[in-house]
C-alpha cells in the first residue's frame, strides 16, 4: 500500500443527502453508491459551506470561506493566486486532472490542474453577477419554475449531452494513465452536473421508477409563515408567478430520482475503468456534492438557503485498506477537504501557504472525534444583505442583519419547524451566537464588499460585451498529431504501448 495513493474524487451537483440510500432514503436506486457507502467512511452531518454551485466549488477547493476570496456568487471569480487541492499536490508530485464541471469563473480556467478534459456547462464570465440594489428585477439567467412544471422525461438534455462527455473522458484518462510512462500518482476530479434542474431524464431512468413509489416533501409550511429569505427566494425562481401542483412536483421529485440513478451508473462506469487500469486497491475514492436541493420541501425548490435539504450533502470516502467501515457523526464541511487531501498525499500543515478555514477529517476517518462545527456564508442571488451560519453540535444558528435570527435544534427537530431564536429558554444561546458572529465577520464591511464587487462586475461585463467578445470559456486541446496511429512512430512500437494490459507475447503483431 503505497503512502502516495490516488485520489479519484467523483463530484454530484446538487445531491442532497437525503436522496440516498445510504443516509435512509428509500426510494432512489443507486446500487454503485450503496457499495462505496458499506465498505467506506460515510459522514452523517456534513455540509457544504455556501448553497450556491460556484462559491461551494470554490471553498471545496481552496479550503477557505467565500468570504475570504471574494467568491460571493456564481458570476464571481476565483483568484488565481489563491491555492488549491490541485495546486498542493500538483507541486507535490502528482498528475491532476479535472474531468467536467467546476464552474470557474475568470481567466484562470485550470486553478492547478495540470489537465482539464472538458469545457464547462457554465459560462465562465461575469454574466451571472446579481444586483443586491434591484432585487426585484429578475434577470432571464435566474432560476425559473419551468423545472419543475416541465419536469418529466426525454430523450437527450443539455446535461446529458455534457455529462455522457465528462465520464467518456475521464474514463478515457484513467486508461491512458495505466498506459502512460508517466508513473506519477494521480489526482482526478470527475465531476457531473446531474442531479442539478432541470428536472428532466431519458425514459431509461424515468422507468426506473413509478409515481406510486415517489415520496412527497416532508414539509409544508403557508407562504405567509416562511421566514424573509425564504419569501426572497420565492420570488427569485418566479415561484409566486407560476404556483406548483401536486402532480408536477411528483413529477420533478421522480426525475430527480432519475438523475440520481443516472450518477450512480455513471459512478459504476467509473469504477469499472478504476478495475481495468489495475488502479482499485491504491484509489482512495471520494464522494461528494457542491449543495443539495429543497425538492419542494418548504414549498422551496434549488438551493440557497441553509436548510437543510440544501446545504446538507453526502460525504463517502471509499479506501477499505485503509479505513475501516464506520459511519461519522461529528459534522463536517467542505473547507475540511483541502487539508485532508493533503495528509492523504503525504503533505502536512507547515506547507500550506495561506491561513486555512477547514481541518483535515483524516483523524475522523480513523474513529476520532471531529470538531462537529460549519461555518457558512451565503451571498448569492435571492439574499439582500450577508447570511450567515453557524452549526455547531445539535444547534443551527442562522442571521443576517435584515431579517429576524433563526435557531433550531437539530436532535429534536430535524425539519427545522420550530425557531427557536425569540424563546427565553435559548436566550444565552443566541446572545452567544450573535456574539460569535460578530467576532467572525464585520457584517457592514462585507454587505460592502459584495455590493461593490457586484457593480465593479457589471461594468466589466458591459465593456467586455461591447465590440469584439473573448471569451474565457476553456477550450479543450486535442491534438490530432498525438493520437492513433500517425507516422512519426513505429507501428509495432506504437501499438504495444498502447495495448494495455501489455502482451507477454514477444512475437509479431
Given at each position: 500500500m503505497s503512502d502516495r495513493p490516488n485520489i479519484l474524487i467523483l463530484m454530484a451537483d446538487q445531491l442532497t443527502a437525503k436522496a440516498l440510500?445510504?443516509?435512509?432514503?428509500?426510494?432512489?436506486?443507486?446500487?454503485?453508491?450503496?457499495?462505496?457507502?458499506?465498505?467506506?467512511?460515510?459522514?452523517?452531518?456534513?455540509?457544504?459551506?455556501?448553497?450556491?454551485?460556484?462559491?461551494?466549488?470554490?471553498?471545496f477547493l481552496s479550503g477557505r470561506q467565500v468570504s475570504a476570496i471574494g467568491a460571493y456568487d456564481n458570476a464571481a471569480e476565483f483568484p488565481a493566486q489563491v491555492p488549491t487541492f490541485a495546486h498542493y499536490l500538483r507541486r507535490s508530485g502528482y498528475q491532476t486532472v479535472l474531468s467536467g464541471k467546476m464552474h470557474f469563473c475568470g481567466a484562470d480556467q485550470l486553478h492547478g490542474f495540470e489537465e482539464r478534459l472538458t469545457t464547462d456547462i457554465y459560462p465562465a464570465d461575469f454574466g451571472w453577477t446579481p444586483d443586491w440594489s434591484r432585487f426585484e428585477h429578475r434577470p432571464s439567467w435566474y432560476h425559473t419554475m419551468d423545472s419543475v412544471t416541465q419536469a418529466g422525461p426525454c430523450v437527450r438534455t443539455n446535461q446529458i449531452?455534457?455529462?455522457?462527455?465528462?465520464?467518456?473522458?475521464?474514463?478515457?484518462?484513467?486508461?491512458?494513465?495505466?498506459?502512460?510512462?508517466?508513473?506519477?500518482?494521480?489526482?482526478?476530479?470527475?465531476?457531473?452536473?446531474?442531479?442539478?434542474?432541470?428536472?428532466?431524464?431519458?425514459?431509461?431512468?424515468?422507468?426506473?421508477?413509478?409515481?406510486?413509489?415517489?415520496?412527497?416533501?416532508?414539509?409544508?409550511?403557508?407562504?405567509?409563515?416562511?421566514?424573509?429569505?425564504?419569501?426572497?427566494?420565492?420570488?427569485?425562481?418566479?415561484?409566486?408567478?407560476?404556483?406548483?401542483?401536486?402532480?408536477?412536483?411528483?413529477?420533478?421529485?421522480?426525475?430527480?430520482?432519475?438523475?440520481?440513478?443516472?450518477?450512480?451508473?455513471?459512478?459504476?462506469?467509473?469504477?469499472?475503468?478504476?478495475?481495468?487500469?489495475?488502479?482499485?486497491?491504491?484509489?482512495?475514492?471520494?464522494?461528494?456534492?457542491?449543495?443539495?436541493?429543497?425538492?419542494?420541501?418548504?414549498?422551496?425548490?434549488?438551493?440557497?438557503?441553509?436548510?437543510?435539504?440544501?446545504?446538507?450533502?453526502p460525504f463517502i470516502v471509499h479506501a477499505p485498506s485503509r479505513f475501516s467501515p464506520r459511519r461519522v457523526g461529528h459534522a463536517a464541511s467542505l473547507v475540511d477537504l483541502l487539508p485532508t487531501l493533503c495528509e492523504l498525499a503525504g503533505g502536512n500543515a507547515a506547507d500550506f501557504a495561506t491561513p486555512l478555514d477547514g481541518t483535515s477529517l483524516v483523524p475522523q476517518m480513523h474513529g476520532a472525534a471531529g470538531s462537529d462545527e460549519v461555518i457558512g456564508e451565503y451571498l448569492g442571488e435571492g439574499a439582500i444583505a450577508p447570511l450567515l451560519m453557524i452549526k455547531r453540535g445539535r444547534y443551527k444558528f442562522v442571521h443576517s442583519p435584515v431579517d429576524p435570527d433563526q435557531l433550531y435544534d437539530l436532535d429534536e427537530d430535524p425539519d427545522e419547524l420550530r425557531n427557536l431564536a425569540a424563546e427565553p429558554d435559548h436566550g444565552a444561546r443566541v446572545h452567544a451566537f450573535r456574539g460569535e458572529v460578530q467576532r467572525r465577520?464585520?457584517?457592514?464591511?462585507?454587505?460592502?464588499?459584495?455590493?461593490?464587487?457586484?457593480?465593479?462586475?457589471?461594468?466589466?461585463?458591459?465593456?467586455?460585451?461591447?465590440?469584439?467578445?473573448?471569451?474565457?470559456?476553456?477550450?479543450?486541446?486535442?491534438?490530432?498529431?498525438?493520437?492513433?496511429?500517425?507516422?512519426?512512430?513505429?507501428?509495432?512500437?506504437?501499438?504495444?504501448?498502447?495495448?494495455?494490459?501489455?502482451?507477454?507475447?514477444?512475437?509479431?503483431?
Open positions: 440510500p445510504a443516509y435512509g432514503n428509500r426510494v432512489a436506486k443507486t446500487p454503485h453508491i450503496d457499495a462505496l457507502a458499506a465498505g467506506g467512511v460515510v459522514f452523517d452531518s456534513f455540509y457544504c459551506n455556501s448553497p450556491l454551485c460556484a462559491p461551494s466549488r470554490f471553498s449531452d455534457f455529462d455522457d462527455e465528462v465520464i467518456f473522458n475521464a474514463r478515457q484518462k484513467l486508461l491512458d494513465i495505466a498506459r502512460a510512462k508517466d508513473k506519477r500518482p494521480f489526482c482526478m476530479v470527475a465531476s457531473m452536473t446531474h442531479p442539478h434542474d432541470p428536472y428532466a431524464v431519458p425514459h431509461k431512468y424515468w422507468d426506473r421508477y413509478a409515481d406510486a413509489v415517489i415520496d412527497m416533501p416532508r414539509v409544508s409550511i403557508p407562504t405567509q409563515q416562511l421566514d424573509p429569505h425564504s419569501k426572497r427566494l420565492r420570488h427569485v425562481i418566479g415561484l409566486d408567478l407560476l404556483p406548483v401542483t401536486e402532480q408536477q412536483t411528483r413529477a420533478a421529485r421522480r426525475a430527480y430520482y432519475g438523475a440520481v440513478s443516472y450518477v450512480d451508473d455513471q459512478i459504476g462506469v467509473m469504477l469499472e475503468a478504476l478495475a481495468d487500469a489495475g488502479f482499485t486497491d491504491d484509489t482512495i475514492i471520494l464522494l461528494l456534492a457542491d449543495h443539495g436541493d429543497m425538492l419542494g420541501e418548504r414549498g422551496l425548490w434549488y438551493k440557497m438557503n441553509f436548510f437543510e435539504p440544501a446545504c446538507r450533502i465577520w464585520d457584517v457592514p464591511a462585507l454587505h460592502s464588499a459584495v455590493l461593490a464587487s457586484q457593480q465593479r462586475r457589471h461594468l466589466v461585463y458591459e465593456a467586455l460585451r461591447s465590440g469584439r467578445y473573448t471569451p474565457w470559456d476553456f477550450q479543450p486541446l486535442r491534438d490530432a498529431s498525438r493520437l492513433y496511429v500517425r507516422n512519426d512512430q513505429d507501428l509495432g512500437d506504437f501499438e504495444a504501448m498502447a495495448r494495455f494490459p501489455p502482451s507477454s507475447s514477444s512475437g509479431p503483431w
